[in-house]
């Protein structure tokens, strides 16, 4: 599967066939602590008969030396591994060009299925990186033609199914598990996933403040620091291989990018699709050429990736963060492919210099030094591109400086003189025992099977691979140690406190200091044009019909509304009463009676006030502005937006209108195609600490107000969770409401 949509968490790395750490080592360990564990209980010997005395010795009889300690782990002898099988599977080409791979296994009665598509967020275009990782996530929350996201949901899950989207650097992936009697059904909505999703706005919007809160995390953490940043640096600004979404690319991002991105890519011929489980071969293959007998999209070729070739940029960086118990780094070079024919070797000389407990870094700048922990080096190859070299750990602030000097010499080191033998047999023997763990089940191979066919590798690329491993001498770790490492080209990332190293990090030379500047997050208001301003106007005309009418809106001079608030018990569980007071054109006043306090809140859309009891304040910051949005989005003057001369209204589809007005105020409504009324509103908040939050306001049961619809219950979700669900208790309009009732500050 591919990870959690960031770019440093890339298709290739996640199918790379070997994760080169010291796995047997650790087997063997977690053995000897068992071992351990048995001899300690046998401590007390069993009784047994009493023994002849010993005989006596000749007097001129040195004494003789101890018997050294029997050591059963010593004499523990492990098997060789069997050379890794890949399963039988049939391929096929359906009529519209879709590759297929079958393979039947008959041990349990489910059926799962994975469609790896030519793409990935590196054919992301400029100015709008994260388009690739959006389409990803909205492909399956945003629902098909057929059916939203949600009755999606429910439908898989009464069937114990799941179907699911993901885009990573270099492939996308659509997969579906099924049990094998629900199969069919459970393959049509794959299908709908892959071939018609709908990308609907609410779950567009969701996805990109989700997209939003990563990138205001960024710097929360020093390993995702160091993930992002160690890319850039590595593969430079020119390359998209270190790009990461910021929030003017998210901000750029509309729907129409993601609907273009998924016809761009997403067509029969640039599709490997493979199913496994219990079925019959050639059933299943007649199955799905009738399931996708109808898509027969064509598209011209993809282009090949970009290339990562980039000029090294080795010096020193630094990642400013204080307060923290330890420094992080990394540090390396750009790598190679996982098709270099060195590339075993590589990887096990990564893990002799620092594969696992008894690596070279870890004997040194951890044991012997005490200066440095989970400290590791790999040579991360990738299939399509050149990966990186990297040797990362966390350090003791003050000895910051200390550990990367010695890193530094272990890899002249590692130039020089070739690896015992010793050393040589536990890295080789942790990557092929690696290599294992990572095949143990029939979805890994087939993973790298589709990897293999993807990047054009032979197809049993993972058996030489596992040959080459096994062969690797000492000879050849001390050759590509002197061929591929680079000292010369190091690029050292740290992340820390500089006032806490000694010596400061320019004892490693010029340091130059990353921008960690989070900018503030905008609201862009979608792009206008002659066509969709039209249309926002033909569905602002349906809605207002729907509801009564724009005349019966225009007459509407105050309204009060009475709604009981049910909070969820995750934001803390409370019934309140709340009072909504509006007069036109632009008065709002809210009171809510909460566990026996009473707190008003006032605006004229340009100040307000806030009171509690007899004190009251002025609104300041997100208060106001929080204010201010609800005027804007109060029920009837927002339905007449389109006559309000500061206003814009947008169609971004056939069903959803963007509505914008002066000071940052956006908020969208998707008009339910069924009724013409207002199905959801969307707007964000700004919140005191931390980032912005999406606000969905789904409403339901309409009443009759006036001669107008009027939704009486309405859930809203607070970034895509349930924050709180709404009744109204009483609607009035028009009952002679004045503007002193509402600046009553009590």
């Not at 300690?69 to 879709?98: S, V, Y």
């Not at 509309?254 to 493979?274: E, I, Q, S």
Request: charged share 25%.
């Amino acid at each position: 599967m591919i990870p959690s949509p960031t770019r440093s968490a890339s298709v290739g790395r996640t199918l790379s066939p070997v994760n080169p750490a010291a796995s047997r080592l650790l087997a063997r360990t977690l053995f000897a602590l068992a071992i351990a564990a048995i001899l300690a209980n046998a401590q007390t010997p069993p009784q047994t008969p009493p023994q002849a005395a010993p005989r006596p010795r000749p007097a001129a009889a040195a004494p003789a030396a101890p018997a050294a300690p029997a050591n059963p782990l010593r004499d523990l002898k492990f098997p060789p591994l069997r050379l890794i099988e890949a399963p039988k599977a049939a391929a096929f080409t359906l009529p519209n060009g879709m590759k297929l791979f079958l393979i039947e296994d008959r041990e349990v009665p489910v059926v799962s299925g994975v469609a790896r598509i030519h793409t990935g967020n590196l054919f992301d275009p400029a100015g709008k990186v994260g388009v690739a990782t959006l389409t990803g996530m909205a492909m399956r929350t945003g629902g098909t033609r057929q059916m939203t996201g949600e009755e999606l949901d429910r439908k898989l899950e009464d069937m114990a199914a799941r179907v699911e989207t993901a885009i990573g650097e270099s492939a996308g992936e659509v997969s579906f598990f099924s049990l094998a009697e629900n199969s069919a059904e459970v393959l049509a909505a794959f299908r709908d996933v892959l071939t018609v999703p709908a990308f609907r706005i609410d779950k567009v919007d969701l996805a990109k403040m989700q997209l939003r809160g990563s990138v205001s995390r960024r710097n929360d953490d020093p390993d995702r620091i160091l993930a992002r940043e160690f890319p850039a640096l590595v593969y430079g600004p020119a390359t998209p291989y270190g790009w990461t979404p910021k929030f003017e690319d998210i901000g750029r991002i509309a729907r129409a990018d993601l609907l273009a991105f998924h016809k761009r890519y997403f067509f029969p011929k640039n599709v490997t699709l493979a199913v496994w489980g219990d079925f019959e071969t050639a059933r299943m293959k007649e199955r799905l050429e009738r399931l996708f007998a109808g898509w027969t999209v064509e598209q011209p070729p993809v282009p090949e990736f970009p290339n990562a070739a980039a000029k090294p940029a080795p010096g020193v960086y630094l990642a400013r963060k204080i307060d923290l118990p330890l420094t992080s780094f990394a540090i390396g070079h750009l790598g190679g492919k996982n098709a270099d024919k060195d590339y075993p070797a590589l990887t096990v000389m990564a893990g002799i210099l620092g594969g696992g407990f008894s690596s070279r870094l870890f004997e040194r700048v951890h044991t012997r030094m005490g200066n440095a922990s989970n400290i590791s080096a790999r040579w991360a190859g990738a299939y399509g591109h050149p990966g990186t070299f990297e040797i990362s750990g966390a350090a003791k602030s003050h000895s910051t400086v200390a550990t990367i000097q010695a890193i530094k010499q272990e890899l002249e080191r590692m130039r020089t003189a070739e690896v015992s033998e010793e050393e040589l047999r536990t890295a080789r023997d942790g990557a092929l025992d690696s290599l294992a763990f990572a095949s143990g089940t029939r979805r890994q191979i087939l993973d790298r099977m589709l990897a293999f066919e993807y990047f054009g590798y032979p197809a049993d690329f993972l058996q030489q691979y596992q040959k080459a491993l096994a062969s690797v001498t000492a000879a050849d770790v001390l050759r590509v140690a002197k061929e591929y490492l680079r000292p010369a080209d190091l690029t050292i990332l740290v992340v820390g406190d500089p006032d806490e190293f000694v010596p400061s990090l320019e004892g490693l030379g010029p340091v130059r200091e990353i921008d960690m500047t989070i900018p503030e997050p905008k609201a862009i208001a979608a792009a206008t044009d002659t066509a969709s301003l039209e249309q926002g106007k033909l569905i602002m005309a349906r809605m207002q019909a729907a509801v009564g009418g724009a005349e019966k809106l225009a007459a509407v001079k105050d309204y009060t509304a009475i709604r009981e608030v049910r909070i969820a018990a995750a934001a803390g569980g409370e019934t309140l009463t709340e009072t909504e007071s509006w007069i036109a054109p632009a008065y709002l006043r809210e009171d809510a009676d909460r566990s026996g306090l009473h707190r008003a809140l006032y605006t004229d859309g340009k100040s307000g006030w806030t009171a509690r009891g007899r004190q009251s304040a002025a609104l300041l910051g997100p208060t106001l502005k929080g204010m201010q949005s609800d005027l804007f989005r109060s029920y009837f003057s927002f339905l007449l937006s389109d006559r309000v001369a500061e206003r814009t209204v947008t169609a971004l589809d056939e069903n959803t209108v963007e509505i914008s007005a002066p000071g940052g105020l956006v908020a969208r409504v998707a008009v339910s195609p069924e009724t013409g009324l207002p199905q959801q509103i969307s707007y964000t908040i700004e919140m005191p600490t931390g980032p912005p939050v999406l606000v969905q306001e789904i409403y339901s049961r309409f009443e009759d107000v006036a001669g107008m619809r009027v939704p009486y219950e309405c859930s809203a979700l607070h970034d895509g969770e349930i924050f709180d669900e709404s009744t109204v208790k009483d609607f009035k309009v028009n009952s002679g409401l004045v503007l002193s009732q509402l600046e009553r500050r009590q």
